[in-house]
C-alpha cells in the first residue's frame, strides 16, 4: 500500500477526530495529566499501526 505524505495526514488528523471523545473536564491536574498522557499514547499506537515505505520522503530537509 502505497501512501502520499498528505495521504497520511489526512488518514492520522480523521483518525484522531475519530478517537477524541468529548467528556466533562478533569476535576484535578493529576486527571489533567493523566488524561493527556493516555491520548500521547492512544496517538502512538495509532501511528505505530501505519505503514509507510522506506522510500517515502521526509516533511522537511537538512541544511547546513
Known amino acids: 500500500m502505497k501512501l ?3 495521504q497520511l495526514a489526512t ?3 480523521s483518525a ?3 478517537a477524541q471523545t468529548p467528556s ?5 491536574p493529576e486527571e489533567e495529566l493523566k488524561a493527556a498522557r ?3 499514547k492512544a496517538n ?3 501511528l505505530a499501526r501505519q505503514e509507510v515505505p522506506v522510500a517515502a520522503e521526509p516533511a522537511f530537509q537538512f541544511k547546513a
Open 4 to 6: 502520499t505524505r498528505r
Open 11 to 13: 488518514a492520522l488528523t
Open 16 to 18: 484522531a477526530a475519530l
Open 24 to 28: 466533562g473536564p478533569p476535576a484535578t
Open 38 to 40: 493516555d491520548r500521547v
Open 44 to 46: 502512538g499506537a495509532v
